[in-house]
Nanobody
Framework: QVQLVESGGGLVQAGGSLRLSCEAS????????MGWFRQAPGKEREFVAA????????YYADSVKGRFTISRDNAKNTLYLRMNSLRPEDTAVYYC???????????????WGPGTQVTVSS
């Protein structure tokens, strides 16, 4: 198993930036495909970004492509999400998730963090 804890959320003005972190403990971090999801009030949880075991291959939702960057440091057991040019519609609780295989886009990852709130004011 792996345990995940997100940090780095907060309140930011539109156009600003934030970097989220997700620290992992437990089984070898590099064994997992890692993803970021978000859930806004009244909406379903949606895919944001994912990266493969070494971070060599990355995937993004169209809504964040060009603004968000996912990366990982396997030596530090940490996943990151750099968010630039933030918009009010990016406001949500952001979750990191881990899986050993399967589609990176589906929200059926077996391991999830508790989430961190990101609020973007207009």
């Amino acid at each position: 198993q792996v345990q995940l804890v997100e940090s780095g959320g907060g309140l930011v003005q539109a156009g600003g930036s934030l970097r989220l972190s997700c620290e992992a403990s437990g089984r070898t971090f590099s064994s997992y495909v890692m993803g970021w999801f978000r859930q806004a009030p009244g909406k379903e949880r949606e895919f944001v970004a994912a990266c493969t075991y070494s971070g060599g291959r990355t995937y993004y939702a169209d809504s964040v492509k060009g603004r968000f960057t996912i990366s990982r440091d396997n030596a530090k057991n940490t996943l990151y999400l750099r968010m630039n040019s933030l918009r009010p519609e990016d406001t949500a609780v952001y979750y990191c998730a881990a899986r050993l295989g399967g589609s990176v886009y589906l929200n059926d990852y077996p391991y999830w963090g508790p989430g961190t709130q990101v609020t973007v004011s207009s």
